[in-house]
Each structure stands twice: as C-alpha cells, then as structure tokens.
C-alpha cells in the first residue's frame, strides 16, 4: 500500500510539473537564470497544448512580479505549433535547443532586427534543419533571403 501512495505521488507531482515559470502576455516564460535575471521562452501546460499561434513577436525584455528579465533563448518554444505564421526574434536571443522549431510546417516569415545576432545563436540551425522548409527571413522588415 506504501508504496502504491509513493507511486501515485510521484506521477502526480510528475504530471503537475510546469515547464514555465509564468505567462505573460500569450507567452509562456522559464527563469532561466534569477541572478542575471534571464528567461527562456517555452511551452505552456504540456508540449503538446497551449500552442503559439499566428504571428509572434518575442519580446527583448519581460516583466513579472517586480523583476525585469532579459529573455535569452528558447526552450521547446515552437515545439509542434503548426499555427505559427511568422515570428519575430529580438537580438537578446542568444540560444535554442534543437526541438524549438521542430514541425513548424506553417512557419513563413522569421523577422530580425541584426543578421550577426541571429546567426550567432546557438542551435539556431535546428531551425533549418526542422522547421519549415520554405521562409522568408527579414532584416527589419525588408526581405533578405
């Protein structure tokens, strides 16, 4: 019986586990560092629900709880957002994991402020490498290639 109760414990701490720490504005957000003060951008209730649609602006800073955050990199982000028209990425970002645009068939337009930026990000090929694969990328809004 112990360790019935243990196991049914487990799985619902398990299931009640959030990948975000809070929400802001229709994005799901992770503390990613609390000193530095940096987030990643992530998926909401579970990878598979909670899902960005339409067009995203991510945006370079976000405030929660009295605390301003840089927000730094991405997280599972994009995971299977199939909605996701366009996105717009701010030069903060810095990093992302291979599955943040993994299945992003709709994904067209990748807005950017600075091409150094974007092409310095670290894992930024897995969105070559997954994502859709026709798309425009633009450099403040004028079309690049």
């Known amino acids: 019986m112990k360790r019935l109760f243990t196991l049914l414990f487990a799985l619902c701490v398990a299931f009640c586990i959030h990948a975000y720490d809070f929400k802001v504005n229709d994005i799901y957000y ?10 990643a951008v992530t998926y909401g209730e579970s990878m598979y629900s909670d899902k960005y649609t ?24 994009f995971y299977e957002c ?7 990425i701010p030069s903060s970002i810095k990093s992302t994991d291979s599955w943040s645009f993994k299945s992003c068939n709709n ?39």
Not at 31 to 39: E, L, Y
Not at 82 to 88: A, C, E, G, Q
């Open 82 to 88: 199939y909605n996701l028209i366009s996105l717009t």
């Open 107 to 145: 994904l067209s337009t990748i807005n950017i402020s600075d091409i150094n930026s974007f092409l310095s990000i670290s894992g930024i090929s897995a969105l070559f490498d997954y994502g859709p694969k026709s798309k425009k990328i633009l450099i403040d809004g004028e079309n690049s290639f």
């Open 30 to 39: 992770k503390i990613t560092s609390a000193t530095d003060k940096t987030v």
């Open 54 to 77: 339409g067009d995203l602006i991510i945006p370079a800073t976000v405030s929660f709880s009295g605390s301003t955050y840089d927000v730094t990199s991405l997280y599972y982000a």
